[in-house]
């Protein structure tokens, strides 16, 4: 069973920096691709930066120059540094690895971002 947990979640002001973690159970370059997810209330959870195993990155355009995803193999640890952050980037962040067919979830982190 693999385990993610997020940190690095919290309250800062707008234009202020964060970095979220996702600490894996397992072994992260064995996964096919690790991605991070945002939900803000009453709206559908939606892809924010995916790192796959070939090293690739992907980006939604909202965050495209702000956020940064990144890897550390020997911590089986992934990133999402985050700049420039906007009130509209308040949501909760989850980590996501993706095995073949399966999908596995963190239990996501709160980012509040002030005006």
């Known amino acids: 069973q693999v385990r993610l947990v997020e940190s690095g979640g919290g309250l800062v002001q707008a234009g202020g920096s964060l970095r979220l973690n996702c600490a894996a159970s397992g072994t992260i370059v064995s996964f096919n691709a690790m991605v991070w997810y945002r939900q803000a209330p009453g709206k559908q959870r939606e892809l924010v930066a995916a790192?796959?195993?070939?090293?690739?990155?992907n980006y939604a355009d909202s965050v495209k120059g702000r956020l940064t995803i990144s890897r550390a193999n020997a911590k089986n640890t992934v990133y999402l540094q985050m700049h420039s952050l906007k009130p509209e980037d308040k949501a909760v962040y989850y980590c996501?690895?993706?095995?073949?067919?399966?999908?596995?979830w963190g239990q996501g982190t709160q980012v509040t971002v002030s005006s």
């Open positions: 996501n690895a993706r095995m073949l067919t399966s999908h596995y």
């Open positions: 790192l796959t195993s070939t090293v690739s990155t």
